[in-house]
Structure formats: C-alpha cells, structure tokens
T-cell receptor, first 111, second 112 residues
Framework: SQQGEEDPQALSIQEGENATMNCSYK?????LQWYRQNSGRGLVHLIL?????REKHSGRLRVTLDTSKKSSSLLITASRAADTASYFC???????????FGKGTKLSVIP | SQTIHQWPATLVQPVGSPLSLECTVE??????LYWYRQAAGRGLQLLFY??????ISSEVPQNLSASRPQDRQFILSSKKLLLSDSGFYLC???????????FGPGTRLLVL
C-alpha cells in the first residue's frame, strides 16, 4: 500500500502566519487526501486533490500536487489557534485498496 | 446525515482481560468500515477493514479480531489484552473503498 510521509514532524508558528506542510509518496497515485486530527479526536477530511490537478483551494487551505516529484503540500493561510492539530496526508496509490496514513505533522499555532 | 458512534470513549483494562469495542454508523447503507489504532506519537495503523457483512480483512497479525454482525455495526475484540494493545482506536466508514473516510470520536484504551 502507498504511505505518505509528512514533513516536518512538528511546526510551531504565530497566529496570523502561514503554515506549510509537505507530503511525499513513492509510487503513482490516483488521488491524494489531507486530514486533520485535533488532539484526542478522530480525523476529519479536509480536501482531496486528483492526480490531474495541480492546485486546489478550500477556504484558507491551499493544496498543491506535483506528481513528477511525488509530493504534495498543504498551506494554511492566516493561521488561527483553532488550526492547532495534526495533519495527515493519504495518497491513493494506483491499484491499491486502502488509505495509509503517515505519522502526520503536528501544528501548533501560538496566539 | 450520516453519523458514526464509538463506545466506550475511554477504557482501562488489566492485562489478560477481554476487549469489545463497538462502532455503529447511521444514515447510510453498506458502508465500508475500518478499525485503526494510533499509538502515542505514531501514525494510524489499519487493523481491519470490511466491505460488507462477512467480508473482513486483517492487515496486521495480532491478538485482535473484528466482526460485523450487522451492516452498520463493526466490533473490535480481543480474548486476552496485552500491554502493547494500549492506544487510541478509531473506527471509520466510507462510501467507496478509496473514498473519503469519516472517523468516529475514538476509544482510548489503557492496558495495565
């Protein structure tokens, strides 16, 4: 199965700054999903980007996908304290049948 | 709208005791169902997934088992818990096998 690796493992920023998290994967994909997990809670789906898309927006979220580099990035603009959470990517590998989550990026937004 | 429930929310069990965690989904039919475990500081590990009643696949050899007695009910069990079974257990469902997954609130299990 295809597993994404998020980078950095932890990120601490001031409220109002932008936060960028990266995801790398190893084989070709059909789609790639991003999820958020607040401490002690379940994961929440944020956005899905298809392999033929290069960029996608949802509110303050911007996701990019570079299939040639096998990487994706999640940008959160004008961060808020409520954005403090762990963020996971889940690449959907071509021919795979399950999502595989990495260890995530733990984002701390300091008020 | 669809909702997913897990219980209990927290559980403290002695080593060697049995385990039963329950997950139910409302508002949808024939969902794909998943059990994950998240150990402290680690990513999510897929334990079991089910694409239908009597269709359960295990991803990791362990002393856990899963059952799906009803279309929207998924149960995670163990006959004898180990210390290493401690963790945060998440149930999820999806419409498609590789579609968006919707997670429950989780069960925090501590084995002492």
């Amino acid at each position: 199965s295809q597993q994404g690796e998020e980078d950095p493992q932890a990120l601490s920023i001031q409220e109002g700054e932008n936060a960028t998290m990266n995801c790398s994967y190893k084989t070709s994909i059909n789609n790639l999903q991003w999820y958020r997990q607040n401490s002690g809670r379940g994961l929440v789906h944020l956005i899905l980007i298809r392999s033929n898309e290069r960029e996608k927006h949802s509110g303050r979220l911007r996701v990019t996908l570079d299939t040639s580099k096998k990487s994706s990035s999640l940008l959160i603009t004008a961060s808020r304290a409520a954005d403090t959470a762990s963020y996971f990517c889940a690449p959907e590998g071509a021919g795979s049948y399950q999502l595989t989550f990495g260890k995530g990026t733990k984002l701390s937004v300091i008020p | 709208s669809q909702t997913i429930h897990q219980w209990p929310a927290t559980l403290v069990q002695p080593v060697g005791s049995p385990l039963s965690l329950e997950c139910t989904v409302e508002g949808t039919s024939n969902p794909n169902l998943y059990w994950y475990r998240q150990a402290a500081g680690r990513g999510l590990q897929l334990l079991f997934y089910s694409i239908g009643i009597d269709q359960i696949s295990s991803e990791v050899p362990q002393n856990l088992s899963a059952s799906r007695p009803q279309d929207r009910q998924f149960i995670l069990s163990s006959k004898k818990l180990l210390l290493s079974d401690s963790g945060f257990y998440l149930c999820a469902w999806s419409v498609k096998v590789l579609g968006t997954q919707y997670f429950g609130p989780g069960t925090r299990l501590l084995v002492l």
